[in-house]
Structures are given as structure tokens and as C-alpha cells.
């Protein structure tokens, strides 16, 4: 571990691997029983189990401020990035930020702003419109082609009550949207009604990169999604590297396009579909740090490791290879086991993709993350009340 500044990390250890490799330490914000808290790339624990972002926020800048030198502070989820970014200036006093601008920022996050900029600068993105489902209301007449994806603005508890794991829901038809209208009422919250771009989740690609304070791309590399849980609509659980050169090269173009016209600085995942003419339709862009910075950082791409080296002043780190090797992949190992079963592959076949994973939860280097939780949730059923001594670092 390198002795400069500390990576301050909102997130797991998808986010904690990548900086770990490039021997920078961590500051975690987390329980003292999360996996993160186990890292062997963890130096620090700032303890955290959830509750009021004022409360964080205020945390954040006692621990920041304690620090010899100003952390750069990393997030993983939309409700982390909007966090920091709407307290940016007070954080900005202890921490290094790698933000977007504010606007921007509020602008991707929100799907009805995005989907509004998208047509306004004619981004390759889907018809769409904003479903408001008011008590008293009934379903509208849209205008769009069906089938459909219904959608929230923002990912949100709410939705959970109406999709559970999803993160949408497909409508054949104007009646299938009469019969969901009721139960959407209740949920109180606002929608997108979207048309569907034709095939799997498997044609779902991804341009991520890295574009410096002067414009310049530091960093980029392309891929897919392999599988997801629920298979339809459904949260990633295996992933893979594309090449950036062949299959992945008109997914970077578009990528690239579309952050210079959006002034982009910082990292960015640019989440495109590929129809069945081959085309490419744009579905969302996350401006923050995501699960597949780990994949990056195995396939010779750190693109965290990147930034820390910028907000430091310190020189980037050289490249493993020039481009992230493609074929490497990634999976979420409890829920790919569910997809993988959902989707009919063997169990046998399953284990033996699993076993050559690059980017997993269990690894040689750095078991504890996946052992230690499952053993004090083991030990604590055991007669007694018997618990492993739990580890909190200083």
C-alpha cells in the first residue's frame, strides 16, 4: 500500500478491489460487519449502518478533516452520487471530489431530465413518455409502439412494492397498461412509459471512461452483459470485456460522441442496446463509479486508480496492457448461480465459468470479504450465541 492520500469509499468491494490493486488504502463507510470492513485493502472503517444523508454528510467531514491529507472521495450509487453532489461545497473543504458538474449530474440521474436532454441535442435514445399515476387518474392513450417498458424516474424503495427485483416492466398492449394502472396509483411516485428495443439482455453493451479535467480520455474500455437476475429487466450477476478494436469499437465511438456533447468530465457508463439491425440505442448514463470498475482493473484498466492518480498529483499508473483484454469477466456469484439456473445452464457448467471469474467476490488474495460475514452469521446461530471476534480496523 502507497502511502498518499486515502480513497474514501461509498460503496463495495467492487469499488474497494480496483483501488486495493493499485495499492492505494481505503477509508470504507459501512457496518463493522460488511465485507468491506474485512478487505485487506481496508486501512480504515468509517462506521455507518444507514439512516439520515445529513447525518453521513456531517461524518464525512469530521473524518475528513482529521485526515493529513485530503481523501479522494468515491461513490458507487445514484443516491450516493446525488449525496455529494448537492453537498459539494462543504465536502469539497476535506475531500478531492471526482464530480460531474452539478447540473449534469441532476440531469442523469433523473430519467424524465435525461430522456428531455436526449432529444434536445438528438441522442440515439428510445420514445418515451412520462406517466403520472394520480389518484382518481386512469391510463392513458400514448402515443408509442408497443411492447413497452414501464420504469421509475429514479430508482426508488416504492418500486420494489409493485416490480420487486426488476427494474421494469414489459406491456404488450394498452390493456396491459389499464390492468397496471391501479396498482401503480398507490406507489406514488412518476414513471416512464418506454418503447422496447427488440432481444435479450445479452444485447445490452457499455462504453465506461474516463475523461480527464482537460477533456482528454484517460481511460476506457467496452462490454456486455452476459446475464442478469430476473433474466428479463432483470440487475446484472455476470458480465464481460469486449474488444474495444472489434465487437466494442462502435459502442466507444458512440460512448465518446456522446460525452463531448454533453461536456462530460469524470468517469461515465454509457449503457447502449443493439437491435436486432444492429444499431445502437442509448439507455441511460451513470456519471459515478459501478461494479464494473473491478472488471476493468482485472482486464488491465483501472480507471479508478486513474482518477485517484489526477486528484493527487501523482502520476498515473502504468497500464497492465494498453487495452482491457477482452473475454475477462465478472459475476455476482449468489445471484448468477439463480440466473444461470433461471436461464437452463447445467450447474456443471456453471461452477466451471465461475472457477475461471477474474473479478469475483472470493478471491485467494483477499478471502475474508466473502468468508468473514458468512462466519459471524454462522457462529451467531450456533448454541450460546457463540461469535467470531469482529474486526474494526482503527
Known amino acids: ?209 474516463y475523461i480527464d479535467a482537460g477533456g482528454a480520455v484517460a481511460g476506457e474500455f467496452t462490454g456486455r452483459k452476459i446475464r442478469t437476475y430476473p433474466v428479463d429487466y432483470g440487475h446484472s450477476t455476470a458480465l464481460t470485456i469486449t474488444d474495444i478494436d472489434g465487437e466494442g469499437a462502435d459502442v466507444a465511438a458512440l460512448g465518446r460522441e456522446i460525452a463531448a456533447k454533453i461536456g462530460l468530465r469524470g468517469v461515465a457508463k454509457f449503457d447502449f442496446k443493439r437491435d436486432p439491425d444492429g444499431r445502437l440505442h442509448l439507455l441511460e448514463i451513470n456519471p459515478r463509479f459501478n461494479l464494473w470498475h473491478h472488471l476493468g482493473a482485472v482486464a488491465g484498466v483501472n480507471l479508478p486508480a486513474m482518477v485517484q492518480a489526477d486528484l493527487t498529483g501523482r502520476p498515473r499508473p502504468a497500464p497492465v496492457q494498453a487495452k482491457a483484454r477482452p473475454g475477462a469477466c465478472w459475476c455476482h456469484i449468489s445471484k448468477d448461480r439463480l440466473a444461470a439456473r433461471e436461464s437452463g445452464m447445467p450447474m456443471a457448467h456453471w461452477l466451471a465459468w465461475v472457477a475461471r471469474c477474474e473479478a469475483k467476490a472470493i478471491v485467494p488474495d483477499d478471502p475474508m470479504p466473502f468468508l468473514r460475514p458468512k462466519l459471524d452469521r454462522l457462529l451467531a446461530r450456533m448454541p450460546g450465541g457463540i461469535r467470531s471476534a469482529r474486526l474494526v480496523k482503527p
Open 1 to 209: 500500500m502507497t502511502a498518499g492520500p486515502l480513497a474514501c469509499v461509498l460503496g463495495d468491494m467492487d469499488l474497494v478491489r480496483p483501488l486495493g490493486l493499485a495499492g492505494i488504502r481505503c477509508a470504507v463507510v459501512g457496518p463493522p460487519d460488511g465485507a468491506t470492513a474485512h478487505s485487506r485493502f481496508t486501512a480504515q472503517l468509517i462506521p455507518w449502518q444507514g439512516g439520515n444523508d445529513g447525518t453521513l454528510v456531517d461524518r464525512l467531514l469530521r473524518f475528513g478533516a482529521a485526515q493529513s491529507q485530503k481523501p479522494v472521495l468515491y461513490m458507487e450509487e445514484d443516491a450516493q452520487l446525488l449525496m455529494v453532489s448537492r453537498n459539494r461545497d462543504r465536502l469539497a473543504s476535506v475531500f478531492r471530489l471526482p464530480l460531474a458538474d452539478a447540473e449534469l449530474v441532476e440531469t442523469l440521474v433523473d430519467k424524465g431530465r435525461f430522456q428531455a436532454m436526449a432529444e434536445r441535442l438528438g441522442l440515439p435514445v428510445p420514445r418515451t413518455r412520462r406517466l403520472r399515476p394520480l389518484p382518481g387518474s386512469e391510463a392513458p392513450d400514448l402515443d408509442l409502439r408497443y411492447p413497452l417498458i414501464v420504469k421509475p424516474l429514479t430508482r426508488r424503495p416504492p418500486w420494489d412494492e409493485i416490480e420487486g427485483l426488476g427494474k421494469a416492466i414489459r406491456l404488450d398492449g394498452p390493456e396491459e397498461l389499464r390492468a397496471l394502472w391501479p396498482r401503480l396509483i398507490p406507489v406514488g411516485i412518476e414513471l416512464l412509459a418506454q418503447e422496447l428495443i427488440p432481444g435479450p439482455e445479452t444485447r445490452i453493451e457499455s462504453h465506461h471512461v
